[in-house]
C-alpha cells in the first residue's frame, strides 16, 4: 500500500473522484471515429462474394463469334479488340489456331454492345514465364515491339492502337469475318 502511494505521489496520480465525463467536443470526434470506422468496414465487405455476378441485361450484349485473317491467312493466338470510339469500351477475344474466337465482355460474360467498333489487333498476352525476347547479338539490338516475342504472330501497326478499321455489329449479328491486310490498305 505504502509503494502505491509513493507511485502516485511521484507521478501525481489523481485521487480517485466520480468518473469525469469528455468534453463534448471530444465526445463528437469519437463518435464520429466510430461511424467513419463502421462505414470502411461496410464498404470493404461489400460485393466480395464470390457468387457476385453483375446484371448486364440492359446492355443488350450479342453473342458474336468471328474469324480473323491476315492477307486470306487465319491469324492465330492474337487478341481481338471491338471497341466503341467514344467511350472505348471493347469486347475481346483470342483466336484459335484457325483465327476462330468468341467476344467476351469481361472474363466470365461473352458478348459486345452493338453499335459502330473499332477493330484492333494485339498479339496473345503472355505470362512472365513465356515471354522471350528476339536479341541480335550481331548488331547488339534488342526487338521489344509488340509482336517482337517468337512465335508470335507480327501484327501490322495500323491494327494497333491507332487503328482506323472499324465495324458494324448489329443486334442480330451472331458471327464477323474480320480481314487485315500486311500493307494495311483496308484500314482507312
Do not use: W
Request: proline share 7%; charged share 30%.
Amino acid at each position: 500500500m505504502i509503494s502505491g502511494v509513493i507511485v502516485c505521489f511521484r507521478f501525481r496520480c489523481p485521487t480517485p473522484t466520480k468518473p469525469r465525463e469528455l468534453p463534448v467536443r471530444l465526445q463528437h470526434r469519437s463518435l464520429l471515429r466510430i461511424k467513419c470506422f463502421l462505414l470502411l468496414i461496410a464498404l470493404s465487405t461489400s460485393g466480395c462474394s464470390p457468387t457476385s455476378k453483375p446484371n448486364y441485361a440492359s446492355l443488350g450484349l450479342v453473342d458474336v463469334r468471328g474469324v480473323l485473317t491476315l492477307d486470306g491467312v487465319p491469324l492465330a493466338d492474337v487478341e481481338v479488340r471491338l471497341e466503341t470510339p467514344e467511350d472505348l469500351i471493347y469486347s475481346y477475344g483470342i483466336t484459335d489456331a484457325a483465327g476462330k474466337f468468341r467476344l467476351m465482355f469481361d472474363s466470365r460474360t461473352a458478348g459486345i454492345i452493338p453499335g459502330k467498333k473499332r477493330v484492333l489487333v494485339f498479339p496473345k498476352p503472355q505470362k512472365e514465364s513465356e515471354t522471350t525476347r528476339r536479341r541480335d547479338f550481331d548488331e547488339g539490338e534488342v526487338d521489344e515491339g509488340e509482336g517482337s516475342s517468337i512465335g508470335s504472330p507480327r501484327v501490322p501497326d495500323c491494327y494497333g492502337r491507332e487503328s482506323k478499321k472499324y465495324l458494324d455489329i448489329s443486334s442480330t449479328s451472331t458471327s464477323i469475318e474480320i480481314t487485315l491486310r500486311s500493307d494495311c490498305s483496308d484500314s482507312q
